[in-house]
């Protein structure tokens, strides 16, 4: 991402910028921005280009004038911070692209017992399968609508939690707090499953205070009507408390100087979050509205799969799920490779689409337009 | 970036770099009569919160905090409380009664859970280690944006971030690699995160060339520079990302669901899904019935002990890494 204009942007990019020479401190080449260039596949040669000038950055680097470093003297130069890559590059390679091409059984008759070398070539056959299977595009319904639901009842609460604990004037008594309410983040979710298992379960906590007090019992873990808002309420008590510390920083960025000189012109309390700190947070809001929406067919697979037997596929079936079911457990391995290219690709599409939504309304999204 | 400056503030005290002065929040001017309750933290442009305000901020910070703290009380209170105890409140314990610690005796004493444990802690461990010099040394690497083929191959890393192949072709992959029943199938195939590399990179890019640089002209080679001087300066985010690979390690368990069928290897969590969670009793544990003869402990008690294996490792790393956050993620997080 880039640095945003406003002072959130501030704290990385001012050594970043000094490195590359630039008193704006802005952050110039930039961890995604390179994304995108690469990506659109440019004309070649705005590749020279790039080329060439880092040619020069690293004449003038080494303080000499020199008209062209040939890539022997850089790789003469680089041969160690290459080797030390390779490890990483290796593993990703190996498990993260080799699978990528893996999905050519997305086309296949696959079968494990003949392997992807052998097994027939069957065109698009799987992927009209995937389209014109009910359960799957059940299993999308559902996952839009957890999706859906998430982002009106979870997206806001870290943004006002973050306004609140901002509001927290003692630092020990605010460090305290973040404290506490980062750490189930860092629970498992079985872990967390089975917390509210327990409390909120037939034989939990709730339930049996209820039975005490005369009322009728319930089991939230086991009803489908009130699944939406369960797996909503595990996310937010495992995440919400995290997702503050995002927008704390974008806040502790924000000139006091401007409070003060609006606080000495009559802005009221709220008028001063409304004018000051929500425009301080918004760059942070809008990232992560496009992250959510890049991601919004990806519902807490892990959540979801250790729910799924007590609640039944009904409600508790998504694209990630039902891929699992089709493809581990069922067998029908090229028919779930399918399904589950179909969500990467639009995934994809959808983190591209958002970025591009972002630089419509003048925003700086994930990654900074070159 | 030093990491030095803002020693003594809270996490949220602001990052050494940034060019604003800080807000000096304990040079108020010295309030004036009228005003002798003022914090001195708060600002004297602030005016006093309304006690309504002031009330309701105190309610709701309260709440949140009990919500997180409360399960955690109650789940590992009942994990030393005695089959009586249990009994007599029906399920979680609330109020302290007689405490044991007769179930971490049975579930520590052999099985299953034992077990569990030590796979845990082996998958965590060498995990961990893994991927953290791994990442190091890939960030390093990527740290100079005019060295040979850095576009490329940071390329190569931000895809990953943007498009995942999937389960189904990474289970073959596992699979035809015959890592089907091998701990390393929980370690090798999400060892690298390019996320983590990001933050990594993004940290070691802000160190003063200048630094570095005057220990190449004194003869280091880059092994040496990042062992002797980027990572001493650097050890608020390693250990937070560290952090992150651990934690990933240890509450895995779907990996271990899809890659390990034999339950002598499974890890912490899988056992915890699938004995606590599921209610499935397992062989050799002992545990789901009355054990009458050492003590009477039921069911609940051990399956709260468990839950309180998963998450102690967490619980004593937290502490030391917690302050590290806000620094070691807004690195991360903020400049993307």
Redesign the interface.
């Known amino acids: 991402?880039?640095?945003p204009s406003t002072?959130?942007a501030?704290?990385?990019?001012?050594?970043?910028g000094?490195?590359?020479g630039r008193a704006d401190?802005v952050?110039e080449?930039?961890?995604?921005a390179?994304?995108p260039r690469?990506r659109d596949g440019e004309a070649p040669s705005g590749r020279r280009r790039?080329l060439a000038r880092?040619d020069r950055?690293?004449a003038t680097?080494n303080g000499v004038v020199m008209n062209t470093i040939t890539?022997r003297d850089?790789?003469r130069?680089?041969k160690?911070?290459?080797?030390?890559?390779l490890?990483?590059?290796g593993?990703?390679?190996?498990?993260?692209?080799?699978?990528?091409?893996?999905?050519v059984?997305a086309w296949q008759d696959y079968s494990?017992y003949i392997g992807?070398a052998d097994s027939p070539f069957v065109g698009w056959d799987n992927f009209v399968r995937v389209f014109s299977n009910p359960q799957f595009l059940h299993a999308v319904g559902n996952t839009l609508l957890i999706t859906g639901f998430q982002l009106v009842f979870f997206f806001p609460i870290p943004i006002m939690?973050a306004l609140?604990?901002n509001?927290?004037?003692?630092?020990?008594l605010?460090?305290s707090?973040?404290?506490?309410?980062?750490?189930?983040h860092?629970?498992?979710?079985?872990?967390v499953?089975?917390?509210f298992?327990?409390?909120f379960g037939g034989?939990?906590?709730v339930n049996?205070l209820l039975a005490q007090a005369g009322y009728t019992g319930f089991d939230l873990m086991t009803n489908p009507d009130t699944f939406l808002v369960l797996v909503t309420s595990q996310a937010v008590?495992k995440d919400a408390?995290w997702g503050i510390?995002?927008f704390?920083?974008?806040l502790?960025?924000v000139?006091?100087?401007h409070?003060?000189a609006s606080?000495?012109d009559g802005a009221?309390?709220w008028r001063r979050m409304w004018h000051i700190t929500l425009p301080a947070i918004r760059p942070?809001i809008i990232?992560l509205l496009i992250l959510r929406l890049?991601d919004a067919l990806t519902v807490g697979?892990?959540q979801l799969?250790?729910q799924r037997?007590a609640v039944g596929p009904g409600v508790a079936e998504v694209i990630?799920t039902y891929?699992?079911y089709q493809?581990?457990i069922n067998g029908d391995?090229a028919f779930?490779?399918a399904a589950?290219?179909v969500?990467?690709?639009v995934?994809?599409l959808l983190?591209?689409g958002a970025n591009k939504l972002a630089h419509v309304f003048g925003e700086d999204g994930?990654?900074r337009k070159s | 970036m030093s990491i030095s400056t803002d020693a003594g503030q809270g996490p949220l005290g602001r990052l050494d770099a940034v060019p604003v002065p800080a807000p000096e929040r304990d040079a108020r001017p010295s309030g004036g009569p009228r005003r002798p309750r003022r914090s001195k933290h708060r600002n004297a442009w602030e005016g006093r919160p309304t006690p309504i305000g002031q009330g309701a901020k105190i309610v709701i910070l309260s709440v949140v905090v009990l919500a997180v703290l409360f399960p955690l009380y109650t789940v590992i209170l009942t994990s030393f409380s005695t089959t009586a105890d249990v009994n007599r409140s029906g399920g979680m314990v609330i109020i302290p009664g007689d405490l044991t610690i007769a179930a971490y005796q049975q579930i520590l004493s052999g099985g299953i859970v034992t077990r569990a444990a030590g796979v845990s802690v082996f998958v965590t461990t060498v995990g961990t280690i893994l991927s953290t010099i791994v990442s190091v040394m890939a960030a390093y690497g990527l740290s100079r944006p005019s060295s040979l083929g850095h576009r490329p191959i940071l390329f190569v890393f931000l895809v990953t971030m943007f498009f995942g192949a999937g389960m189904i072709p990474t289970y073959l992959l596992v699979s035809n690699l015959g890592l089907i029943d091998s701990l390393w199938a929980l370690i090798l195939p999400g060892a690298v995160s390019a996320f983590n590399v990001l933050i990594l990179r993004s940290f070691f890019m802000g160190i003063d060339p200048a630094i570095t640089e005057a220990a190449r002209i004194d003869g280091a080679g880059d092994f040496r520079i990042l062992g002797r001087i980027v990572l001493p300066m650097s050890t608020a985010v390693v250990a937070v990302v560290a952090l992150f690979y651990g934690v990933g390690y240890f509450n895995a368990f779907f990996n271990a669901m899809l890659y390990i069928n034999d339950n002598t290897l499974w890890p912490l969590q899988l056992v915890l899904r699938s004995y606590v969670l599921q209610g499935v009793t397992l062989p050799g544990s002992g545990a789901g019935q009355v054990d009458v003869t050492t003590g009477a402990v039921t069911g609940l008690p051990v399956k709260m002990a468990i839950m309180v294996l998963a998450v102690v490792p967490i619980l004593a790393v937290y502490p030391f890494v917690q302050r590290h956050f806000t620094k070691g993620v807004i690195f991360g997080a903020v400049k993307g």
């Open positions: 991402m880039t640095a002072p959130p501030g704290p990385t990019a001012a050594p970043a000094r490195r590359e401190g952050l080449i930039d961890l995604a390179d994304a690469e790039g880092r950055e690293v680097h890539w850089r790789l130069r680089d160690t911070l290459l080797v030390m890559t490890p990483a590059v593993l990703l390679v190996l498990f993260a692209y080799v699978p990528m091409l893996g999905n059984i494990p992807i939690l609140l604990l509001s927290v004037v003692t630092p020990a605010r460090t707090i973040q404290s506490i309410i980062y750490l189930p860092f629970f498992s979710w079985v872990l499953v089975t917390i298992q327990q409390i034989a939990g906590l049996r008590w408390g510390i995002i704390l920083a974008a502790a960025t000139d006091p100087a409070y003060e606080a000495m009221g309390r942070t990232l890049g697979f892990e799969i250790l037997g990630d891929v699992y493809g581990v391995w779930a490779a589950g290219l969500k990467g690709v995934s994809l983190v591209l994930v990654y």
